[in-house]
C-alpha cells in the first residue's frame, strides 16, 4: 500500500515522481549554509571554470525531463494498448525478488552508462556536439546533474528504460528505482565531501562525487572514471580507472589529488 494508491496509477507517478524528487534534493543542495569547509573546489575555482549561468542550466535541466516524460508517456501508452488486461491491478512480487530486480537494474544502468558515456567521449563528432554540453561544467554542482544535450538525454530515458525491461520490475518498484538513481546522480555532482555518518553515498559506492570529479575536471581525467552512477568495476576491468584520495585544502575544503 502506498499513499497515492487510489488516485492516481503507478505509471503517472512515475513520471513526476523522479521530477520532484530532483528538484527538492538539489534544492536542499543550494539551499543549504556555506559548506565552504566540505568542497572539491574552490569559489574562485568554480567561478572561472562554470561559464555556463545557472537559469541556462536549470532550462537545460526541465528539457531534459520534458523529454523524459514524454518518451516514457509514449512507451506506456503503446505498451497499455498492446495489452487486454491493461486496466488491471499489477500484483506486487514479493520483496526479496523485488530486491534483486532492483540489483539487476543498477547492473544494467551501469553497463548502459559506462559504454555510452565512453563512446561519447571517443567519438570526436559526439563529443564536440553533443555530450561536452555536460562538460560546460567543469566543476559540477547539484542543480546541473541532469544538464545535457537533448539527444543525450534520450539517449539516457533509453537506457533507463532499458533496465525496466530487462530488470521485469514493475512500475511501482521502477518508481523507487528512478527515484534512487536521480538522487545517486545528484550526489555524484554535488561537489561534496562530507564526513563519515553524513556521506552515506560515499561509504556504500566507490562511485561518489570524489571519483566523478576527476572525470569533470581537466583535460586528462576526461579520459578516466567513465563508471555512473553506482560501481567502478567497468573501469578497473577496462583499464579507465584513474586512482585518487581526497587529502584536506590548507584553507579549508578538500582537493582531489590523482595517483597515477
Same mark, same amino acid.
Given at each position: 500500500?502506498?499513499?497515492?494508491?487510489?488516485?492516481?496509477?503507478?505509471?503517472?507517478? !512515475?513520471?513526476?515522481?523522479?521530477?520532484?524528487?530532483?528538484?527538492?534534493?538539489?534544492?536542499?543542495?543550494?539551499?543549504?549554509?556555506?559548506?565552504?569547509?566540505?568542497?572539491?573546489?574552490?569559489?574562485?575555482?568554480?567561478?572561472?571554470?562554470?561559464?555556463?549561468?545557472?537559469?541556462?542550466? *536549470?532550462? !537545460?535541466?526541465?528539457?531534459?525531463?520534458? *523529454?523524459?516524460?514524454?518518451? @516514457?508517456?509514449?512507451?506506456?501508452?503503446?505498451?497499455?494498448?498492446?495489452?487486454?488486461?491493461?486496466?488491471?491491478?499489477?500484483?506486487?512480487?514479493? @520483496?526479496?525478488?523485488?530486491?534483486?530486480?532492483?540489483?539487476?537494474?543498477?547492473?544494467?544502468?551501469?553497463?548502459?552508462?559506462?559504454?555510452?558515456?565512453?563512446?561519447?567521449?571517443?567519438?570526436?563528432?559526439?563529443?564536440?556536439?553533443?555530450?561536452?554540453?555536460?562538460? %560546460?561544467?567543469?566543476?559540477?554542482?547539484? /542543480?546541473?546533474?541532469?544538464?545535457?544535450?537533448?539527444?543525450?538525454?534520450?539517449?539516457?530515458?533509453?537506457?533507463?528504460?532499458? /533496465?525496466?525491461?530487462?530488470?521485469?520490475? %514493475?512500475?511501482?518498484?521502477?518508481?523507487?528505482?528512478? /527515484?534512487?538513481?536521480?538522487?545517486?546522480?545528484?550526489?555524484?555532482?554535488?561537489?561534496?565531501?562530507?564526513?563519515?555518518?553524513?556521506?552515506?553515498?560515499?561509504?556504500?559506492?566507490?562511485?561518489?562525487?570524489?571519483?566523478?570529479?576527476?572525470?569533470?575536471? !581537466?583535460?586528462?581525467?576526461?579520459?578516466?572514471?567513465?563508471?555512473?552512477?553506482?560501481? *567502478?568495476?567497468?573501469?578497473?576491468?577496462?583499464?579507465?580507472?584513474?586512482?585518487?584520495?581526497?587529502?584536506?585544502?590548507?584553507? !579549508?575544503?578538500?582537493?582531489?589529488?590523482? @595517483?597515477?
Amino acid at each position: 500500500m502506498v499513499f497515492w494508491e487510489g488516485y492516481m496509477s503507478d505509471d503517472v507517478v !512515475g513520471l513526476f515522481a523522479p521530477v520532484v524528487v530532483y528538484w527538492l534534493y538539489a534544492g536542499v543542495h543550494h539551499m543549504l549554509p556555506p559548506m565552504e569547509n566540505y568542497r572539491l573546489h574552490t569559489k574562485q575555482e568554480f567561478a572561472a571554470k562554470d561559464v555556463v549561468p545557472l537559469p541556462k542550466v *536549470i532550462r !537545460g535541466v526541465l528539457i531534459q525531463q520534458l *523529454i523524459q516524460a514524454i518518451t @516514457l508517456a509514449s512507451a506506456m501508452y503503446l505498451m497499455k494498448n498492446s495489452m487486454e488486461s491493461s486496466y488491471e491491478a499489477e500484483v506486487q512480487p514479493p @520483496l526479496p525478488i523485488r530486491v534483486g530486480q532492483f540489483i539487476l537494474a543498477m547492473l544494467v544502468l551501469d553497463a548502459w552508462q559506462y559504454f555510452v558515456h565512453r563512446f561519447m567521449h571517443t567519438n570526436k563528432f559526439l563529443y564536440k556536439h553533443i555530450h561536452s554540453q555536460h562538460h %560546460t561544467l567543469v566543476v559540477p554542482y547539484a /542543480c546541473g546533474a541532469l544538464y545535457a544535450h537533448p539527444l543525450e538525454s534520450l539517449i539516457d530515458t533509453i537506457g533507463g528504460a532499458t /533496465c525496466f525491461i530487462v530488470s521485469g520490475m %514493475t512500475a511501482r518498484t521502477g518508481i523507487y528505482f528512478s /527515484c534512487f538513481t536521480t538522487i545517486k546522480a545528484i550526489d555524484l555532482h554535488s561537489g561534496l565531501w562530507l564526513p563519515s555518518g553524513f556521506g552515506l553515498f560515499q561509504l556504500v559506492f566507490g562511485n561518489n562525487s570524489a571519483y566523478h570529479d576527476i572525470h569533470h575536471y !581537466g583535460l586528462r581525467g576526461r579520459k578516466y572514471n567513465y563508471a555512473q552512477p553506482f560501481f *567502478i568495476f567497468w573501469d578497473k576491468l577496462l583499464g579507465t580507472h584513474m586512482p585518487y584520495t581526497v587529502v584536506e585544502r590548507p584553507k !579549508g575544503g578538500f582537493e582531489v589529488k590523482l @595517483l597515477a
